[in-house]
């Protein structure tokens, strides 16, 4: 047997004995992200499918969430920030090959957005809503006309947006938990879990909650296609995915990996919403709860257990 | 013109003096360092090695910090040296995530920060200071492209190893073995 042990006289903040560069900051944002994603997905989805009338929840009011989510979530970025002030050096320059100023410009893009298509509806939400500003009727009107527009370019960047948030994480070859290139998919996936979740939160009817508890079913299903994908990728590579894979087959993710994301947040609401198909009432709080406990445990464990990942000397 | 530097692990005895010269030189806050010592011990007792390695940055020629970088601060300067600008850095942290040699660090002050192989000082013709300073002289810093630099030679000269290339960074530290 060879054993090596390494001493090292570093103790760097953050960075020693284990990666802690990133916190509760970036899991947080990367759930609201995805979740944003999500609802704008399918809020201009189906507006451009023609079922504005037939499902207003997902294409109505659930987007109205968006602008707040996504603020939240800048929020959370900024904070996330070592130079706070600086912050701006984002928006000076696009770099392709950094995920993270392509995902910037993404969010600079999709937020306005997300304010104005809520802007759009408010007035039908909100009856009793009043612009106070002859300008902002124009304006309201404006878009209303050019709404086709708008759900075109949010179907491109909403997409963009759910799976950059994977992305990301992937692009890091120094942790190799992270560096498996399933990541973004699984947390579109997610994302589209998490959005579709809300709208049957939201909606009080009963087609459309039928619909979307259809469809979270069937993205579950590709979600746990998609985990089984990645134990079966970095089990097949190098020792030190092999490594990675081990945080969570008996590693101290374990638990937090196998219960509260897989279990509680994808195969028990998905049972839950096969038996209400099947005829059986049960509360739509209850899946909706258990899908965003799971979507934010998600991005809590991978976030973590890729920081201690690592390569090996 | 390609600066790196070799480190011999034969002649480096791990006392540190390369740690604490880098961190007066370059007014390193109290608590950081960017260069450390790593001991490893391999074998089986009493079949026991023993090695010493002076590490700092990688100067990687394919450098994964300055690629996922967002607003370029973290860049490459003349001789392949991987520098941070902190007037551009907005302390995002992906840098320190993508770097397997684990060589940045956050800055109290906000940026991020790492060894410069002291380009300050090079410029002016002089040596890095652990280089300067190490009293077994087991460090050599020089343009690799140069093949009459003392880091070339004992390139040729030496058997040498670079850490993590698997990482596929082409680092820029070779630790002669």
Known sequence: MEEEIIISGRMNYKVDPTLSIWGWEIAFYLFVGGLAAGLLFFASFYYLRGKEKDYPASVKWAPMLTPFILILGLGALFLDLHHKLYFWRLYTTLRIESPMSWGAWTLMVITPLSIIWSATYVREVFPKWDW??????????YFIKHRRV???????????????????????NARPLWNTSILGPLFLASGLSAGAAIIMFFSKNELERKLFSQLDLVIIGVELFFIIHMFMGLLASTEVQ?????????????LPFWIFVVFIGMVLPGLLELLELRGQKIPAMIPVLLILVGNIMLRFVIVYAGQASRYLY | MRYAMAI????????????????????????FCRDWIVETTS??????????????????????????????????EEGGVVLVNPEMCIGCGACIASCPYDARYPHPDGYVDKCTFCIHKVRKGEQPACV??????????????????????????????RLKTEAGTDPQLYFLI
């Open chain 1, 242 to 254: 092999i490594e990675a894979a081990r945080l969570f087959l008996g590693g101290p993710y374990t």
């Open chain 2, 8 to 31: 011999d692990t034969k002649k480096c005895v791990g006392c540190s003096d390369c740690v604490v010269a880098c961190q007066i030189e370059n007014k390193v806050p109290v608590g």
């Open chain 2, 132 to 161: 300067e300073v190490c009293p077994t002289n087991c460090l050599y810093f020089g343009d690799i492209d140069d093949p009459n630099s003392e880091v070339s030679k004992k390139i040729k000269k030496r058997k040498y190893k």
């Open chain 2, 43 to 76: 074998g089986t007792y009493p079949n026991l090695e023993l090695e010493f390695r002076s590490e700092r940055c990688h100067h990687c020629a394919n450098a994964p910090c300055v690629r996922c970088c967002p607003t370029g601060a973290s860049h490459i």
């Open chain 1, 150 to 172: 708008l759900a075109w370019i949010l179907v491109f960047f909403s997409v963009i947006l759910g799976i950059y948030t994977g992305i990301l994480l992937s692009a890091f």
């Open chain 1, 132 to 141: 106070k500003f002859q300008w902002l009727y124009d304006l309201e009107g």
